[in-house]
């Protein structure tokens, strides 16, 4: 078996794919890429048993077909050091040494059969839920919710995306019992009708890899789903178990209108933050009709911090506190350039809103307030 391929388009490739690799896998053999032959197509497959990322690779000068397994880790430091240009691999069928050649040197290592390699199961045609979508708008909905997953292993629903697809459009969901976000995205129509968790990393994959891919058919099983692209085949384990029912705590009735420029009202929270309890982050806030006063202060310290930020206030007079920490993600997420906060009273969770609106994105979050005593 040989081929002749780039050796930075190989590292981009490996690299990417190498990303799936665990840093502690229960098979050794997990630790090597398994690599197959096919013509002119290479195909570099990375997994750690329950997620598996295949990317596809043209090459020149095939001889032969056949698979085999190199360490991972190796291949990729080796491919970022060459320089940019063609690398021969050469494979002996028989004892599977490898030869790496190219302009300046060689490289001599053994390989393992791609037989030892475990293989995926893959669910039955009539078990999936199949439909294609840009890999722009995906991404757009795992960034604006991923920061929202919980990390509490009690909750393992709530360690996840949830993709609510309909006929007409995807809901991405994501909650800590904190904060929630809401992302409905109109332009992707589906034409299909089903539900999943997604891994919070296999969302990052799909960040990672996927950016530079034009579309994706998205396969959905009992257990997994599968991302395919021109280029890259992502099966990834599913979570189990069912969300929370969303809609329930997305509050509907806010009759308080907060409007400010998202951007002052971001920094001025930071600042403050600095002078507050560095263990809960709380920043008090006192909204009325032309601006909010932000304000923080630990006591054990002795430090205190306030500022005032313009604003449009419509309601009555209110003083709430927020966790700083989230209301910096929540407030960073956001890209419009006016916030408007949807207040009710200091116990209801806050429902926040971009001011200029995408007539195919709707955008909702929500936080729930601390306790700001007395």
Same mark, same amino acid.
């Given at each position: 078996m040989k081929f002749n391929v780039s050796s930075k388009t190989l590292?981009?490739?490996a690299s990417s794919v190498s990303k799936i690799i665990s840093s502690?896998?229960?098979?050794?053999? /997990?630790?090597?890429? /398994?690599?197959?032959?096919? *013509?002119?197509?290479?195909?570099?497959? #990375?997994?750690d048993m329950e997620n598996s990322l295949v990317g596809r690779i043209s090459v020149t @000068?095939?001889? *032969?077909?056949?698979?085999?397994? /190199?360490?991972?880790r190796r291949i990729v430091e080796l491919l970022k050091e060459l320089p940019?240009?063609?690398?021969?691999?050469?494979?002996?069928d028989h004892n599977l040494e490898v030869v790496i050649n190219y302009t300046n040197g060689h490289y001599n290592t053994v390989a393992i059969s791609g037989l030892e390699y475990p293989e995926h199961r893959r669910a039955s045609d009539n078990e999936t839920v199949t439909f294609d979508c840009a890999c722009e708008r995906m991404i757009k909905g795992i960034e604006n919710t991923l920061f929202a997953v919980s990390t509490e292993e009690i909750r393992p629903q709530m360690m996840g995306i949830l993709w609510d697809v309909k006929p007409d459009e995807i809901v991405f969901v994501a909650t800590d019992t904190r904060k929630l976000v809401k992302y409905v995205?109109? #332009?992707?129509?589906? *034409? @299909?009708?089903?539900?999943?968790? /997604?891994?919070?990393? *296999?969302a990052q994959v799909i960040k990672n890899v996927f950016a530079k891919e034009e579309d994706v058919r998205i396969t959905v099983t009992p257990v997994s789903v599968i991302f395919e692209s021109a280029t890259f085949t992502f099966d990834c384990r599913l979570i189990k178990g069912n969300f929370p029912d969303y809609n329930r705590v997305i509050p509907v009735n806010n009759p308080y209108v907060f409007t400010t420029d998202r951007l002052s009202f971001l920094n001025a929270v930071r600042r403050v933050a600095v002078f507050g309890d560095g263990g809960g982050g709380l920043v008090k806030f006192n909204f009325d009709t032309e601006e909010v006063l932000l304000r923080a202060s630990d006591n054990s310290l002795g430090t205190s911090g306030e500022e005032h930020v313009a604003c449009n206030y419509e309601g009555q007079p209110l003083r709430m506190g927020f966790g700083s920490q989230y209301l910096v993600e929540i407030l960073s997420t956001f890209s419009s350039s006016d916030i408007i906060i949807r207040l009710a009273d200091p116990s209801r969770p806050a429902l926040f809103l971009p001011g200029e609106t995408d007539p195919d994105i709707e955008l909702q979050m929500i936080l729930m307030p601390m306790n700001i005593g007395e």
């Open positions: 590292y981009t490739f502690r896998n229960a098979m050794q053999i /997990l630790n090597n890429f /398994l690599f197959e032959l096919d *013509g002119d197509v290479l195909t570099v497959t #990375a997994s @000068q095939a001889e *032969g077909s056949g698979s085999f397994c /190199l360490d991972a940019d240009q063609g690398v021969t691999f050469e494979i002996n995205d109109m #332009a992707i129509t589906p *034409g @299909q009708e089903c539900s999943f968790i /997604l891994p919070v990393k *296999g």
